[in-house]
């Protein structure tokens, strides 16, 4: 068959739609393909993130946070865990050990007497942590009160940081008063310095042996420790509790350390028994030590009751044995004085350079006057 050309146009506009028509339909099918694809795509990628936020969740832990030893004021050491405290405690038996650590074996620094007070810083179940002299030590808890004990019986104690000294108390007062008998001096002195009251930058030797009878041939620590236990004895027929900060010779604690023995044991007063001794060998008489209205280490209600403890005793002292009345020797001088809280007083019994002195204290009968004397003292300034 024959075609005209117009007939060859028509089919060919015909096929070039035909074909476009294919093009497009395919185009479409494609981009519906893309987006289906993409959207699957999408829907995995939500779905793996939503299992993996699931995940997440079930793997979670809690985390809490330890407050640290400073936070909760806890101090660990040798694993024992110390509360933080202020307060007080007292030693309720005698010769507690004192450690640097708080185990059974720790190395002991100290042996603390009955009454022996000390300020807490830290406690545990079992143990205390205490300060002395600025450092922390620590003490069991079962020899330790917040509450003063009772002293009763006879005991042999240990003065502050001196674990040797044989000292001892005396059975339970009647009266409700303590007094503290200090022997002055001991065998042999000790001339290293300590400071002449807390906070001094001025010191002296801890302690000296003293002087000794120009015929007698006593030493002075003999002759005030033969006085001091029968005052002692005295003391405690008249219904005092008293304490002595030595009974043997052979011992070394410093004038500081006297004071602060007083202290621990609660003393009311401290009376300190010497003797006097001068160049000059016709000077004689008795004397008390007592601190000036300005002294500087103690406060003005303390040093007026150490001078009238003074006053009560001189006088009694002297009416007893009728030893020449030298009165009551102000001084702020005195180690043992300025380091005492307690009313405190100096007793110079007399003068062991001078013979008739030194015969005298020498004399047991006349040993009985001078005790008689002092105790009345004692009673009148309690009474």
Known sequence: MKMNSKTVKILILSVIVAAAALIGCAVVMMQKANDKEKAAEELIKATEEHNQAAANDTEKTVVTITPTPEEINVETLNDVEFEDVEDTIYINCDGVNIREEPAADGEVVSVAPQGKLYKRTGKSPEWS???EESE???????YVSEQQPEVTGTAEETPADVAENDTASTTAGTKGKTVIIDPGHQA???SSQEPIGPGASTTKPRVSSGTSGSVSGWNEYELNLAVSLKLRDELVKRGYTVYMTRETHDVSISNKERAEFATQKGGDILVRIHANGADDSSVSGALCMAPSGSNQFLTPNLTAASQSLSNCIIDQYVAATGFNNQGVYITDEMSGINWSTMPVTIVEMGYMTNASDDANMADPAMEEKMVQG?????DNYFG
Do not use: L, Q, T, W
């Open 129 to 131: 942590r205490v300060e």
């Open 136 to 142: 922390e030590y620590y003490v069991h808890n079962d």
């Open 188 to 190: 042999h002195g000790d």
């Open 374 to 378: 002092i105790s009345d003292g004692i």
